[in-house]
C-alpha cells in the first residue's frame, strides 16, 4: 500500500493535538483541508482512526497502534527538516567582527557587492577584542573575523586565517600642546595605544601607558592631552585632516590584518566574501604597480 508521508504527518500532528483547529494551525493548513486528509487516509486504511466528537478528537484502537508504529520515524523526519530549516537560516546570515572600526575601510567595497548580488543575506557587524571574536567564533555566533592579532597567538587547528595587509604605526601628539615631546621623550611620557605588543615592540622603558579599545579613543585622548598615541599612519592619513595632532616619529611597529574562519563551521558567505575582498586588494595591487 503506497500511502502519501504527508498523510502520516498530518495524523501525527493531530494525534497530538487536542482538536483539528489546534492541528491545522500547527501545520499551517486549513481545518477542511486537515480534515480531508485524515479522511483519505482511512480510506486508504481502510478503518477508522479517530473519535471525533464536539469536544476534539480521540484515536481509536487501531489508531492507537499506527500511532505507536510510525511514531519513531515521523519524529525523527521531523528533526531532520527542522535542523535543515535552521542550518538554512543560519547560511542566509553573516556576522562580521572587527577589533577596531577602522578596519571597515578594508571591506566595505567587498561587502557592497556581496548584498548587491545576495539581496537576501542579513549582515552584522560587531566591534570587539580579538579575543572575544575568537571566543564567539567559536561559539558559533560569529562568521568572519578581521583583526590586527598576531597571528602566532591564533590556534591554526581550529582557524583558517589569510594575511590581508599591514599597518604601518606611528607616534602623534597634540599640535597645540604646551608640553614638547620627541621621540626620545617618550618614556617619560604617558603612552596611549590599544595593544600592548605595540607598546612592547617600542621596546622602550615605560610603564606608564593608557590601554584603550580603538583607534579613535587614542585621538580623543592626544587630543586631551592626556599623552602620545600609538596609532596606524593610515588612519591618521585617512580620518585626521583637522591637522590637530602631530606625526614625531614614523614607522616604529607594523602590524599585518589578517581574515579568520572557523575551520570546523565555515558560512558559505562568509567564504564568498573572504573572496571578494582578497579579489578587490589584488586589484588594487596591480593597479598601483
Known amino acids: 500500500m503506497n500511502v502519501n508521508y504527508e498523510l502520516y504527518k498530518i495524523f501525527f500532528v493531530v494525534a497530538n493535538s487536542k482538536t483539528i483547529t489546534e492541528a491545522a494551525k500547527k501545520l499551517f493548513i486549513s481545518q477542511p483541508a486537515v480534515t480531508q486528509s485524515i479522511n483519505n487516509l482511512e480510506k486508504q486504511l481502510n478503518t477508522t482512526l479517530f473519535i471525533r466528537n464536539t ?30 530549516s535552521l542550518k538554512q537560516s543560519k547560511q542566509k546570515k553573516l556576522i562580521i567582527g572587527i577589533n577596531d572600526a577602522f578596519l571597515q575601510q578594508y571591506i566595505i567595497k567587498a561587502l557592497k557587492k556581496l548584498t548587491l548580488k545576495y539581496s537576501n543575506v542579513l549582515v552584522g557587524i560587531h566591534e570587539h577584542s580579538t579575543n572575544l571574536l575568537l ?7 560569529i562568521d568572519f573575523i578581521i583583526t590586527t592579532l598576531n597571528k602566532d597567538n591564533i590556534d591554526k587547528n581550529n582557524f583558517e586565517i589569510t594575511k590581508l595587509t599591514q599597518l604601518h604605526f606611528c607616534i602623534i601628539k597634540n599640535i597645540f ?19 600592548i605588543e605595540i607598546i612592547n615592540n617600542l621596546k622602550i622603558e615605560n610603564k ?19 599623552g602620545v598615541g600609538v596609532i596606524p599612519i593610515e588612519f591618521v592619513n585617512n580620518y ?4 590637530k595632532v602631530e606625526i614625531i616619529r614614523e614607522d616604529v611597529a607594523i602590524t599585518d590584518i589578517y581574515l579568520i574562519l572557523n575551520k570546523e563551521n565555515i558560512n558559505i558567505y562568509a567564504t564568498k566574501f573572504k573572496n571578494l575582498i582578497v579579489e578587490n586588494f589584488n586589484i588594487n595591487k596591480q593597479s598601483q604597480i
Open 135 to 141: 571566543n564567539e567564533m567559536m561559539e558559533e555566533k
Open 177 to 195: 600642546s604646551n608640553t614638547t615631546f620627541s621621540y626620545n621623550d617618550l618614556k617619560n611620557n604617558k603612552i596611549i595605544c590599544n595593544d
Open 55 to 84: 469536544k476534539g478528537t480521540k484515536l481509536t484502537k487501531t489508531g492507537k497502534e499506527l500511532y505507536k508504529q510510525i511514531k519513531p520515524a515521523i519524529e525523527q523526519i521531523l528533526s531532520a527538516e527542522k535542523n535543515l
Open 240 to 243: 585626521l585632516n583637522d591637522k
Open 208 to 226: 606608564n601607558t593608557i590601554i584603550v579599545d580603538n583607534y579613535y579613543q587614542i585621538y580623543e585622548l592626544v587630543l586631551q592631552n592626556v
